[in-house]
């Protein structure tokens, strides 16, 4: 007789019994304890085997079986029984040598070596498991079954423990799982909390100037007048009002893009550059009166007050001639990505997609001195503000150091960075910082720059950025962020950045303001069209 997966008693279809003598090790070590399992072979010839699936994975099943007696199915019985106890046993034991014959015994000995190997690699899987789960738990200080506090990130509990090898890391980390860490994770809050109340540096957003129709790519403030100007995508100029936030002048003389925007030291007139390959320079006198609403009939009024407040329908003055243009021969052949105004404000330099920056004469509007030397396209520049000294920003990855201080133009280069560089300016204790798409920002000691003072890694990239009189740099990112720290190196703060704050795309530039008596004192524009003004509580210049 035969037995099923249950070990009872089943009688053969034809009444018969075999002449093959019961095999009674015939079934492997794991047992048929899964639910669900299926079997296959057992309507078979008696000889050839069965083999069954379990549910629930403990191990693979082979159940052999052949006609025999009373006797034999009991003797199999007491054995099935005793293997169920065992968890993972040898697949070699359950054959008995010469119980099969001819080609069944080398095919049901394959078998059976295949299932082995299958069963040594579960050990093999099950005491990794085991030892990972231990060196976890090792990680996590806590004990397998605790609940208590939340999930904290592998990286994190990585950080707080050392000891843990490289290999460890890498196959815990890519599973993206998390451990139970509650006391790591108030340790880490309280060290977050701590290094807010050290934080001396307190920011805020004051006002919004919105009103342009494309992005905006540079803002500028003015010494001693509480005015700020931009320039824009949407080829126009403003000058706005810093306690109002009112558009108080609206330049509409270029036929490109804006570029950059910069006022004269002294006099009411501002310098830009634009994509139609000129710079300009404009009147920038600015009406302080709020117009007067002029009279309408109802009708006008339900109109206006249908399209949108009045507010945004303020009368604008709107200029659109130049005092003067920098063009024509001897000129820029492509974009005027920077211009800006040379101590004294006489002369002028411009940086051009072409590849060369020019030094202009303010009076005749010649070109002066071609700025030749870049192997690709100029990014920025800007001039001392109180020596004959100029930088110019390449996307070659360097900057150009140019001394007019004699007749004969000299020029420095600086390979300090290994992308574009976007911005370099100066400082008024004769340094100069410049700022690159590689994310960082460097700091050089104008008497001696073979090597940067300071290196200063970021997140992200870094556009047009600023310095203070007091020596903050405000870095602008690509990332939506605005971060400062100082000349040292030393973070000071980031200015806070959420749905109701902050720019909510790129921030191109930033602009500090001497006027002390001014509430913003720090604006950034970005290409979400806003121009945005902070109030940020500096420390004292010698901290």
């Not at 602009?511 to 290409?527: K, M, P, R, V, Y």
């Amino acid at each position: 007789m035969a037995l099923d997966l249950l070990g009872r008693q089943k009688m053969p279809l034809d009444g018969s019994s075999s002449k093959q003598p019961a095999v009674a090790s015939s079934s492997v070590s794991g047992g048929a304890t899964g639910a669900g399992g299926t079997t296959a072979g057992s309507g078979g010839p008696a000889g050839v085997a069965g083999i069954g699936v379990g549910g629930s994975g403990t191990g693979p099943v082979v159940t052999g079986a052949t006609a025999g007696g009373v006797s034999g199915a009991s003797v199999m019985g007491k054995q099935l029984t005793a293997k169920r106890s065992l968890k993972l046993g040898s697949l070699a034991e359950d054959m008995m040598p010469g119980s099969l014959g001819g080609g069944e015994e080398s095919f049901r000995a394959r078998l059976h070596h295949l299932f082995s190997q299958i069963e040594k690699e579960f050990e093999l899987l099950h005491v990794e498991n085991m030892s990972l789960r231990e060196k976890l738990e090792a990680v996590a200080g806590t004990p397998r079954d605790s609940t208590a506090g939340e999930r904290l990130p592998l990286q994190d509990a990585f950080e707080v423990d050392g000891s843990v090898n490289k290999s460890f890391k890498s196959k815990l980390g890519s599973a993206g799982s998390k451990v139970k860490a509650g006391h790591k994770l108030r340790a880490q809050t309280s060290r977050i909390v701590s290094s807010f109340k050290a934080q001396s540096v307190v920011s805020s957003l004051l006002r919004e100037f919105c009103g342009h129709k494309d992005g905006v790519w540079q803002v500028s403030t003015k010494a001693g007048q509480p005015i700020i100007g931009t320039a824009s995508a949407d080829h126009s100029a403003c000058i706005w009002g810093i306690d109002t936030g009112r558009c108080l002048l609206q330049y509409q003389g270029h036929s490109g893009s804006v570029n950059s925007i910069k006022f004269h030291p002294t006099r009411d007139i501002v310098l830009t550059g634009s994509g139609d390959a000129t710079a300009q320079i404009w009147q920038a006198a600015v009406n302080w009166e709020v117009p007067a609403r002029k009279g309408h009939s109802s009708e006008e009024e339900l109109e206006e007050e249908e399209e949108g407040p009045y507010e945004e329908k303020e009368r604008i003055d709107v200029l659109r001639t130049p005092l003067c243009e920098f063009s024509g021969p001897g000129g820029h052949t492509a974009v005027v990505v920077a211009a800006d105004w040379l101590p004294g404000g006489d002369q002028v330099i411009t940086a051009s997609w072409d590849r060369t920056a020019i030094l202009w004469d303010v009076e005749t509007r010649d070109p002066l001195h071609p700025l030749c030397g870049h192997d690709h396209e100029l990014t920025h520049a800007s001039a001392h503000p109180s020596q004959r000294l100029v930088v110019t920003a390449s996307r070659d990855s360097t900057f150009r150091l140019w001394d007019f201080r004699d007749s004969i133009p000299a020029v420095s280069v600086f390979q300090g960075h290994t992308e574009n560089v976007t911005s370099t300016v100066f400082t008024r204790d004769d340094k100069v910082v410049s700022g690159s798409d590689d994310r960082s920002v460097k700091v050089w000691e104008l008497r001696n720059m073979r090597s940067a003072l300071t290196t200063i890694r970021t997140d992200s990239a870094v556009n047009r950025l600023a310095v203070s009189a007091s020596g903050v740099i405000a870095i602008p990112h690509d990332n939506r962020h605005i971060r400062l720290f100082d000349l040292n190196g030393q973070r000071i703060a980031r200015l806070p950045r959420t749905s109701r704050q902050g720019h909510r795309r790129m921030v191109s530039a930033v602009a500090w303001t001497e006027d002390i008596s001014s509430n913003c004192n720090l604006f950034s524009s970005g290409f979400d069209r806003r121009v945005l003004g902070w109030g940020v509580c500096l420390p004292p210049k010698d901290n």
